[in-house]
């Protein structure tokens, strides 16, 4: 029987549906929580910080939010459907009229005073009764002395801060949205994921039984399928990761009240690159060997980490894991303008503990391979079908709380335009930083132009002096180039 509902005066009929991700979403955003009230977490939402040559005045604001409306969901707000915890889209009727009410203006006379601004718009509420993104022009008082602080804004003023929901969509999409917002043509890294299959390609039944490498490939493949599907299916009811200067295991995870956005410079892709020609790996592996370092070398920094017992013990790793986004490309919109959420977390178990930076790249592109080519995105993403559909939003949440806690971190990796793009017709776009806050420590990379830059969204008072992180990533990939072995 279908829901009953009434549709506002004015708004089409035809009123779209949500998929379970999406009202999942959209829930946290209109319950202002997706996760259990002991949590204390609100909702965040997406935000994208550009900064620009020149100020975009209101016109050129205009025509930009014209084509973000061009897209369904950005022109369309949740609305509930008569039942309890669900929920719709419904179109704004002459949504034109309503862009001026996205933007915010403010002018700031200081680096810490856009710092705190930035930091803000990560833990601000969307107004849930408009579409759900908004605009914040960001610009600096004439005659204002700018200087900067480590960890702080890569740029001055002028920022334009673009907030979005993730109910809107999945990173694939919102770059789509982004594809639109550029003036001309831009270009974006194409994700490719390994064929989930136990060759990397197609074999034949024949040849497995007639091959006994194939045949010993395919049973360990089969093997690590297994585990990966108990592995992430457990993970919500398992232990949580080891105690860090990063991961505070001793305390329960609920949102603090505090957040601050550190930002950390700009690496080369040429050099990620470099190293991953130098050991036939990927890109994604390299960044994720060197956070791995780098949090070792924080943990090491801020709780001298040499007496800690794991180290003592010789093959002995902290478990340090992070719950990593993964999209699914198989039943995707064919029309870019039809946003979707295809995707979920699975558990991505981080190379930290004592060893060197090329050991930290062999275990991690073993571990990112399993991560890709089993079906533990799938089990996870029918876990919470299973938890939605057979006992309800709270028990869902409840479940969505006990996997991300037992993290120390969330990893997302977005990729940005290739070469320099303008936006707000016509101004230059020097850099981008993507950040979101969350429920427990949030690193967010992002590519743009040739560079790959990072976020890290923390308690300050829990995780003081991130920005380090951002300078032992640096070292790290240094000494990895640097090496000599050049084979994994």
Known sequence: MADKYTPAEGAPKHQRR?????????????????????????????????????????????????????????????????????????????????????????EVSSEAELRAEMDAALVAPLDVEKPLWDVTVLTLKPGSVWQPSKGGPVAPPPVVCVRVSHAVGDGLSLVNVLTRLTDGEASFLDFKRRPLSASGGTTSLVQYLTSPQKLWALLVWLFNCVVAVLVAVGTPVGRRDSHTAFYDAKAPVAYSGKRRMVTCEGFKLADLKVAKQKFGCTVNDVVCACLAGALHAYDREKSGAAARS???????????????????????????????????????????????????????????????????????????????????????????????????????????????????????????????????????????????????????????????????????????????????
């Open 310 to 488: 794991d180290e003592k013990r010789p093959g002995r790793r902290p478990v340090t894991r992070a719950a990593v986004a993964v999209p699914f490309l198989e039943g995707r919109p064919k029309d870019d303008t039809h946003l979707c959420n295809r995707w979920t977390f699975i558990s991505l178990p981080l190379a930290t503990g004592a060893g060197t930076i090329v050991e930290r790249l062999r275990v991690t592109k073993r571990r990112c391979d399993l991560m890709k080519t089993t079906p533990a995105a799938h089990a996870v993403s029918a876990l919470n079908v299973v938890a939605a559909a057979t006992l309800g939003p709270k028990f869902q949440s409840q479940t969505v709380y006990d996997f991300m806690s037992k993290h120390s971190m969330v990893f997302t990796n977005v990729p940005g335009p290739t070469e320099p793009v303008t936006l707000f017709r016509g101004k230059r776009v020097r850099s981008m930083t993507f950040a979101v806050s969350n429920l427990v420590n949030q690193v967010s990379v992002m590519s743009y132009a040739g560079e790959m830059g990072f976020s890290l969204v923390v308690d300050p008072e829990a995780t003081p002096d991130a920005h380090l992180v951002g300078e032992f990533f640096k070292r790290e990939l240094e000494a990895l180039i640097a090496s000599p072995e050049t084979t994994l």
């Open 18 to 106: 949500m998929s379970l991700v999406t009202e999942t979403l959209a829930r946290g955003v209109m319950e202002g929580t997706a996760f259990p009230p002991s949590a204390k977490c609100p909702d965040f939402p997406l935000a994208t910080f550009f900064y620009l040559d020149a100020a975009p005045s209101d016109e050129d604001l205009l025509a930009t939010m014209r084509k973000i409306v061009s897209f369904d969901r950005l022109k369309s707000k949740v609305v509930g459907t008569g039942k309890k915890h669900r929920y719709r889209w419904e179109e704004i009727p002459d949504v034109e009229k309503t862009l001026a009410s996205h933007v915010t203006r403010k």
